[in-house]
């Protein structure tokens, strides 16, 4: 089974931007709730999902998972690039709830909303509305 982030490939390609890289992992995940969907269900909504806690304006996990860690970095560093103000934890609690929340609804058996094509845009689309206020 193809890793649904590829992280190692997203994280060290130089020739994707800030932007890009929180895209494609966006999309991944998006596109591995439909793909795999058992395995997406194993593995965040089940009773065996690791808790995520949110205190003090901090999000974090109750133990190490690379994967939202990677995220989290990834979020700060568009930030930094972007001059975006604001608690890193706010913006990566509010770009992960659109992802995990469109990653639902896509795997939803009576979606049919299941192009890769069209997951992207939605993403990206995301981006710059949250981001800059409008769409692209």
Do not use: C
């Not at 982030?5 to 020739?15: E, M, P, Q, R, Y």
């Not at 999309?27 to 995520?52: D, G, M, R, T, W």
């Not at 469109?102 to 949250?130: C, G, K, N, P, W």
């Amino acid at each position: 089974m193809k890793s649904f982030i590829d992280l190692d490939i997203i994280i060290t390609k130089n020739d994707l931007s800030v932007q890009d890289k929180i895209v494609e992992m966006g999309v991944n995940f998006v596109y591995f709730s439909k793909e795999y969907l058992h395995y997406y269900a194993f593995l965040f909504q089940s009773p065996y999902v690791i808790p995520i806690k949110i205190e003090n304006n901090e999000i974090g996990l109750t133990h190490s998972q690379s994967g939202f860690e990677l995220f989290k970095k990834e979020v700060g560093e568009y930030l930094e690039h972007y001059q975006i103000e604001g608690a890193i934890s706010q913006h990566v609690l509010h770009l992960w709830a659109y992802i995990s929340g469109l990653a639902i609804i896509v795997s939803e058996e009576h979606t049919q909303f299941t192009s890769r094509a069209m997951i992207q845009e939605q993403v990206e689309d995301m981006l710059q509305i949250y981001t800059k206020g409008n769409a692209k």
